[in-house]
């Protein structure tokens, strides 16, 4: 099959054409290899990744169950770069956005024979000084205060732009983000750029919340989407920014080392959750809520300082945010050889940055037992655009 | 790199050419308003895809430009494109680059651009484009121009055509056009300044101009 010619178009521009398929995804078929001769048969392929339509009311990267690779690239514009350059940057990411999702090569693009069908999606948004200098209205978009337990580095906080890339697989991913970054050139440099890796299957290939680094099921607490709920928790629900939501961006690093000298137990306590099957530890599954009063012989079922308690609604004032977790590991040079450090690409959505993350991460600050092994090293804050309708452009309905 | 001046030496001339050419490759398909373009009986056969042009915020020459694009033949007769036209180009070429006596020149397609049939065919840098000449003003990134494509089976189609940064080596594909040109194959290269006349040693960055 060829990867070009599959639709046929006449009319092209910023907006691209038609689109391919709707925001679904299947579980991945497990295929068994043939193990004899290492390949699996020719004659039956793996079923492709499915694209993902990158229209609609809200940009789909947000929706979609985590992507097994992502890359996030925050952009600082140029100086001279006003309201009519920012249109232009967007048509040409636009363009790219949409040729991207359908699996085509984005027009020009030097490398065109990686393209192909991977699930892509990009989400892009705006950091503070592009909202100040464009100006726009976000009253949502707040910058995080530091918090007593951050360690941050600058090489991976701020940022005036965002696209985040999520995609079936790494190498697809990397060519996207860097076919964005290569675009933006006559307007914006790259500041920083994060990948990390995500496994949303289980071993039998069906859909699974995932797991970070210290093992344990990572999502659980949240909204389901397409829920009201959800719908509450992410989406700015009015003006020019209706549709869109707020992205802040942490890097966590977390201390293997020491998390792999507790026990089990201890494990378990820390987070308040069953490690197998990722249930609150005052028992049902891993969709469950936690029951914060609930005791065993008089004592809290869930430790005080347990993250799930910490960070339940019920200690927020109701506040939640739904977060999407990519794994990270890194290569450090050291004086004999290299060492790895490892921790996770946090994105967490809302509504409202400071209602409802800030809210959140507080409180963690205050108290949580992960703590101890989990640290932020970067942080950055953007406003997520509205979804992009057919024939128009990523931002048109802020920046017009 | 070298040879400012024989460059703006040919691109004088060939700026003159354009100007005496002007009316009949300015007023072609561009004017001749969309009666054809909404035919879609007549157009369906090509279609286009992956369409841009390079910006000229910052080249060399921002007086030209060339758009690239997929053309696909979804039909079962060759389709060949003959003629290209912008409003904001005042001429419009067809060119490929081809080897002349060891160096990679631009040169005009003669007979246009051929689209097998179940084929398709990609113009690209350093291969077949579409020459933009005398534009009448800067390609911005990010803008949007429109391009008209005539083709053999008498279609024409107009295509929305977005600007892109330039992301490549400028020489290789923005040499002065040779409007004249009627270099078939064994040609001999007639140079324009002394200075040419040594012989290939830089493939690339050479701005032969070849007149006849």
């Known amino acids: 099959m060829s990867p070009r010619g599959i639709e046929r178009r006449r009319l092209l521009g910023h907006v691209g054409s038609a689109v391919v398929g709707a925001a679904v995804a299947v579980p991945t078929t497990a295929l068994l290899l043939d193990t004899e001769s290492g390949h699996s048969p020719s004659s039956s392929p793996t079923p492709g990744p499915i694209p993902i339509s990158p229209y609609g009311a809200h940009q789909p990267g947000i929706t979609a169950p985590p992507p097994a690779a992502t890359a996030i690239v925050?952009?600082?514009?140029?100086?001279?770069?006003?309201?009519?350059a920012a249109v232009r940057l967007l048509k040409v990411w636009t363009t790219d956005v949409v040729a991207m999702a359908e699996g085509r090569p984005v027009p020009g693009d030097p490398a065109r024979d990686l393209a192909q069908s991977a699930s892509l999606t990009v989400t892009v948004g705006l950091g503070h000084r592009a909202v100040r200098r464009w100006g726009l209205d976000v009253p949502e978009l707040?910058?995080?205060?530091?918090?007593?337990?951050d360690r941050l580095e600058p090489r991976w906080c701020g940022g005036d732009l965002v696209a985040v890339v999520g995609g079936a697989d790494a190498t697809s991913v990397a060519h996207a983000a860097r076919t964005l970054v290569r675009d933006a050139r006559p307007f914006a440099r790259l500041r920083w750029q994060q990948e990390g890796s995500w496994r949303g299957t289980d071993g039998s290939g069906h859909r699974a919340t995932g797991r970070n680094l210290f093992g344990q099921v990572d999502g659980s607490a949240n909204p389901p989407a397409g829920s009201e709920l959800f719908e509450r928790t992410v989406w700015i629900p009015r003006g020019p920014w209706a549709g869109g939501t707020t992205l802040v961006v942490r890097r966590i690093r977390m201390t293997l080392d020491t998390w792999?000298?507790?026990?089990?137990?201890?494990?378990?306590?820390?987070i308040g959750r069953d490690l197998a099957s990722g249930a609150p530890l005052t028992g049902g599954?891993?969709?469950?809520?936690?029951?914060?009063?609930?005791?065993?012989?008089?004592?809290?079922?869930?430790a005080r300082d347990a993250h799930?308690?910490?960070?339940?609604?019920?200690?927020?004032?109701?506040a939640r945010i739904h977060r999407i977790g990519a794994n990270w590991t890194e290569t450090v040079p050291t004086a004999t050889g290299s060492r790895v450090e490892s921790g996770l690409l946090f994105s967490s959505y809302q509504a409202d940055v400071d209602r409802q993350f800030t809210r959140i991460q507080q409180s963690l600050d205050e108290s949580d037992a992960l703590n101890e092994w989990t640290t932020a090293i970067g942080s950055a804050e953007f406003a997520i655009l509205p979804g992009l309708r057919e024939g128009g452009?990523?931002?048109e309905t802020v920046l017009t | 790199m070298r040879i400012n001046l024989p460059y703006r030496t040919t691109l004088a001339a060939i700026l003159a050419t354009a100007l005496l050419g002007f009316a009949a490759c300015g007023d072609d398909k561009a004017d001749a308003e969309p009666k054809d373009t909404n035919t879609q009986a007549v157009a369906a056969a090509v279609s286009v895809s992956e369409p841009w042009a390079r910006g000229t915020v910052g080249s060399e020459d921002p007086t030209m430009s060339a758009a690239f694009?997929?053309?696909?033949?979804?039909?079962?007769?060759?389709?060949?494109?003959?003629?290209?036209?912008?409003?904001?180009?005042?001429?419009?070429?067809?060119?490929?680059?081809?080897?002349?006596?060891?160096?990679?020149v631009m040169q005009q397609v003669e007979g246009g651009i051929v689209v097998p049939a179940g084929k398709d065919m990609l113009?690209?840098?350093?291969?077949?484009h579409v020459m933009l000449m005398d534009l009448n003003r800067e390609l911005v990134p990010g803008e949007e121009i429109n391009l008209v494509l005539g083709f053999s089976d008498g279609s024409n189609v107009t295509v929305t055509v977005p600007v892109k940064e330039f992301t490549e080596e400028e020489g290789h594909y923005h040499e002065p056009g040779t409007p004249e040109h009627t270099h078939g194959g064994d040609d001999k290269v007639v140079k324009p300044s002394d200075e040419a006349a040594t012989p290939s040693e830089d493939a690339e960055d050479d701005h032969e101009g070849h007149e006849h």
């Not at chain 1, 599954?285 to 869930?302: F, N």
């Not at chain 2, 113009?123 to 077949?128: A, D, E, I, K, R």
């Open chain 1, 393 to 395: 452009w990523l931002g």
């Open chain 1, 308 to 318: 799930a308690l910490r960070s339940h609604p019920s200690r927020n004032g109701g």
């Open chain 1, 260 to 270: 792999e000298e507790l026990t089990r137990e201890e494990m378990e306590a820390s």
């Open chain 1, 142 to 149: 707040a910058r995080v205060p530091a918090m007593r337990h």
């Open chain 1, 74 to 84: 925050a952009l600082d514009l140029l100086d001279e770069v006003d309201r009519a």
């Open chain 2, 69 to 104: 694009m997929m053309l696909d033949n979804a039909g079962t007769e060759d389709v060949t494109l003959e003629s290209a036209s912008s409003d904001v180009a005042g001429r419009t070429e067809l060119h490929e680059m081809a080897m002349k006596d060891g160096k990679m």
């Open chain 1, 285 to 302: 599954d891993e969709l469950s809520d936690i029951d914060p009063e609930a005791r065993t012989e008089g004592r809290w079922t869930i």
């Open chain 2, 123 to 128: 113009l690209q840098p350093g291969g077949y």
